[in-house]
């Protein structure tokens, strides 16, 4: 029993680092989603030159993007379509899905800390 339980913390111990490491990861893997979601239901209308206005997140501040996402996202964008898709955009993206492009656009937009553009 003496010389098992040494092994036995150690084994224990091991499990901490491996839990951060994935939690972490599963954490950091939430935030991809939200860029990935607004490149591939946003960018297309809102690239560089777009007709209806290029957004990226650091073209507002936080408090403009929430306030998009609550007051204007739906009736600017209710009768959209993006290009090659039948269902309308906002018909097509879950409340999940248009929460984490409003948290990319919050956490990346110009007075956030790490400001960036959609590439
Ligand atoms: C199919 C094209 C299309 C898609 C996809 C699209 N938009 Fe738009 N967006 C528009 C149009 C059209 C307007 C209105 C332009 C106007 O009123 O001049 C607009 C307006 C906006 C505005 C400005 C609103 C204002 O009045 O200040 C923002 C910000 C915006 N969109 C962000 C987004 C985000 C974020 C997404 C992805 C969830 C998105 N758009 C997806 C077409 C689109």
Not at 30 to 59: R, W
Not at 88 to 111: G, N, R, W, Y
């Amino acid at each position: 029993m003496r010389t098992i339980k040494p092994k036995a913390i150690l084994a224990a111990l091991w499990m901490i680092p491996l839990a951060i490491v994935l939690t972490t990861n599963a954490v950091a893997g939430d935030k991809p989603n939200g860029k990935e979601l607004y490149k591939a239901n946003c960018k297309a209308c809102h690239d560089k030159g777009s007709k209806f206005g290029e957004f990226t997140p650091m073209t507002l501040i936080q408090d403009q993007w929430r306030g998009f996402f609550k007051e204007k996202l739906v009736p600017a964008h209710k009768d959209v379509t993006l290009p090659g898709q039948s269902i309308k955009l906002l018909d097509s993206l879950t409340p999940e899905q248009m929460k984490a492009i409003e948290k990319f656009c919050v956490d990346h937009a110009a007075d956030s800390e790490q400001p960036q553009t959609c590439t």
